[in-house]
T-cell receptor, first 108, second 114 residues
Framework: TQLLEQSPQFLSIQEGENLTVYCNSS?????LQWYRQEPGEGPVLLVT?????EVKKLKRLTFQFGDARKDSSLHITAAQPGDTGLYLC????????FGDGTTLTVKP | DTGVSQDPRHKITKRGQNVTFRCDPI?????LYWYRQTLGQGPEFLTY????????KSRLLSDRFSAERPKGSFSTLEIQRTEQGDSAMYLC????????????FGPGTRLTVL
């Protein structure tokens, strides 16, 4: 079983702060996806990273894939209340494996 | 809206009853996945189809669970003789034959077993 560990499990910050959440594994993944999920809804795909060392930016969100393709990070700059949600990473080495997520709360 | 749809959105049933959920994927997507998610956890893989073929089923999946995708379009997930431990959000996702397995999720079906 390929496990993805996400940290921290919970994060509560004030609007305007920066933050980084992590997704780590001992397994190598051919690709890794980040999703955001709001209560009572399904996850929404944010980005896919596929190349070791790759960095992708989506407005205030910066995603990085580790050189060895075993880990990834998500950095949010100047967080806003609309960023609140559960951030999930999912790795694919033939079958998707999801981490348990980081629950982010951004207070106004 | 051409996203993934699931029906019903909520289901309350009594222990021992059978329930069936439906998922309609994005029309051009040939892969369809079922997941189960409980509070504080990420989605747990249950099974997936490529077209009408069920390619993989979780070893953790009880034989009370069965899924079908008879014409390679919509899919159903049936749970027989429900137990309280089956209470969860059941998520469906679809993707194109994956280069990177980017999945698009439906809103889920929330099952409560009393």
């Amino acid at each position: 079983t390929q496990l993805l560990e996400q940290s921290p499990q919970f994060l509560s910050i004030q609007e305007g702060e920066n933050l980084t959440v992590y997704c780590n594994s001992s397994s190598v993944f051919s690709s890794l996806q980040w999703y955001r999920q709001e209560p009572g809804e399904g996850p929404v795909l944010l980005v896919t990273v596929v190349t070791g060392g790759e960095v992708k930016k989506l407005k205030r969100l910066t995603f990085q894939f580790g050189d060895a393709r075993k880990d990834s990070s998500l950095h949010i700059t100047a967080a806003q209340p609309g960023d609140t949600g559960l951030y999930l990473c999912a790795g694919d080495a033939g079958k998707s494996t999801f981490g348990d997520g980081t629950t982010l709360t951004v207070k106004p | 809206d051409t996203g993934v749809s699931q029906d019903p959105r909520h289901k309350i049933t009594k222990r021992g009853q059978n329930v069936t959920f439906r998922c309609d994927p994005i029309s051009e997507h040939n892969r369809l996945y079922w997941y189960r998610q409980t509070l504080g956890q990420g989605p747990e893989f249950l099974t997936y189809f490529q077209n009408e073929a069920q390619l993989e089923k979780s070893r953790l999946l009880s034989d009370r669970f069965s899924a079908e995708r008879p014409k390679g379009s919509f899919s159903t997930l049936e749970i027989q003789r429900t137990e309280q431990g089956d209470s969860a959000m059941y998520l469906c996702a679809s993707s194109k034959t994956p280069l990177y397995n980017e999945q698009f999720f439906g809103p889920g079906t929330r099952l409560t077993v009393l």
